[in-house]
C-alpha cells in the first residue's frame, strides 16, 4: 500500500468513526483531498486508492495538473478552494467542477456567462468571512442572503453550500 493510500485510508476510519458517533451515514460525507504543493502523481495515487475529488487552491498549479491528468479527466471531481480573480473565471469555467470561493456577484456572473452549455452547472459555495479580518476574503455573513439569492439565480451554477473562513 502506498502512503498516499495510507494516509487516505487513515482518513477514511476517522470519518467512519465521527460519522458513527453522529449516527450520521459515511456516504453522506465527501473528502476533498487538497493537493496544493503536491505532484500529479500523489494525485494519481490517490485516485488508485478510491479517491475522486480534488481540491486546488491555485488556478495555474490546478490547470497543470489536469493536463498531466488528461486520462483522468472524467474520473476525478476539480474543485477549487482558493481565491478566484475575475480574469480566470473563463479557464475555470471551463475546467472546474466545483468552486468554493464565490464571494462576490460579479465572479459568479462571470462564472455562469462562461460556462459551456455542454458542461453541467459549475457547483458553487459561497466563501463567508465568519473570522470578521480584513486578511481573509468572503462576504461578511449579513450579505449572505442576498448574494445566495442572486447566485442561486444565475443559470449555469448550482449553489450547494458555504465555505467558511
Keep these: 500500500m502506498s502512503s498516499v493510500a495510507a494516509k487516505l485510508q487513515q482518513v477514511r476510519t476517522r470519518i467512519a468513526t465521527a460519522c458513527e458517533a453522529s ?8 473528502l476533498l483531498a487538497v493537493t496544493k504543493t503536491f505532484g ?18 491555485y488556478v495555474q498549479e490546478a490547470l497543470e495538473k489536469m493536463q498531466s491528468l488528461a486520462d483522468l ?9 482558493g481565491p478566484l480573480q475575475s480574469n480566470k473565471t473563463r479557464v475555470v469555467a471551463a475546467s472546474f467542477d466545483w468552486v468554493h470561493s464565490i464571494d462576490r456577484l460579479k465572479i459568479a ?15 458553487v459555495c459561497l466563501q463567508v468571512n465568519i473570522s470578521g479580518e480584513a486578511s481573509k476574503s468572503g462576504v461578511a455573513p449579513a450579505d ?3 448574494l445566495a439569492h442572486a447566485v442561486a439565480a444565475r443559470p449555469r451554477l448550482r449553489l450547494r453550500g458555504l465555505m467558511a473562513v
Excluded at 449516527?23 to 465527501?30: F, G, K, L, Y
Excluded at 479527466?73 to 478552494?81: F, M, V, Y
Excluded at 456572473?109 to 457547483?123: I, M
Design 23 to 30: 449516527q450520521r451515514p459515511v456516504q453522506s460525507v465527501t
Design 40 to 57: 500529479p502523481q500523489a494525485v494519481r495515487d490517490a485516485h488508485a486508492a478510491g479517491q475522486r475529488a480534488f481540491g486546488e487552491n
Design 73 to 81: 479527466r472524467g474520473a476525478i471531481e476539480w474543485h477549487l478552494i
Design 109 to 123: 456572473e462571470r462564472l455562469s456567462a462562461q460556462r459551456a452549455d455542454a458542461l453541467p452547472p459549475l457547483q
Design 144 to 146: 449572505v442572503p442576498a
